[in-house]
């Protein structure tokens, strides 16, 4: 029997999506975050909503250069991709203290990230309600996938430190 959720932990539902890595770059500025809170929001061009915190050197760096990189790590980078999360890149340049190495994207400025298994080059599509809710609309110009990786074990935020790595693929139907 189904019994009332705390309104407060819904999207630990919902989370479906793979933790990201946006890394952003911007006159010389450089950072890399982790995200959860991110969506297909169409298909043909491929546009991904994410929320970004209007207080994070992210979300600055991508209001001011419109553009980003989406980086999908895998379990055997996890602690390196959380960790990223803990310090602000206003004061720490996090490639470094995590051991992370910034590769060049071939249509935006922001690095990718090499440990990753796959990179979404982005441009920034819609920013109305940044404002207002800090959701971006991202258009991906271009896509880089390991190939040698045929199931990526990919980490999902369940809410505080619980994860859950993506496991076996199946066919339904």
Aim: proline fraction near 7%; hydrophobic fraction near 40%; glycine fraction near 8%.
């Amino acid at each position: 029997m189904k019994k009332p959720f705390p309104l407060s932990r819904v999207y630990t539902l919902l989370e479906p999506g793979p933790v990201i890595l946006v890394s952003t770059a911007h006159k010389g500025r450089r950072n890399v975050m982790p995200m959860s809170w991110h969506t297909m929001i169409d298909f043909d061009p491929p546009l991904v909503g994410c929320v970004i915190g209007d207080g994070s050197l992210t979300f600055r760096l991508l209001k001011a250069s419109r553009e980003c990189v989406i980086n999908i790590p895998t379990r055997e980078i996890a602690a390196k991709a959380l960790a990223c999360g803990s310090v602000s890149g206003s004061r720490t340049d996090k490639f470094a203290k995590f051991g992370l190495t910034p590769e060049k994207a071939s249509s935006v400025k922001a690095p990718m990230v090499k440990e990753c298994y796959a990179s979404l080059e982005c441009r920034l599509h819609d920013a109305r309600l940044a404002g207002k809710y800090d959701l971006f609309i991202l258009k991906v110009v271009k896509a880089w996938a390991d190939p040698s990786v045929k199931q990526p074990r990919t980490l999902h935020h369940r809410g505080g430190d619980n994860f859950v790595v993506a496991g076996k693929a199946v066919k339904l139907g």
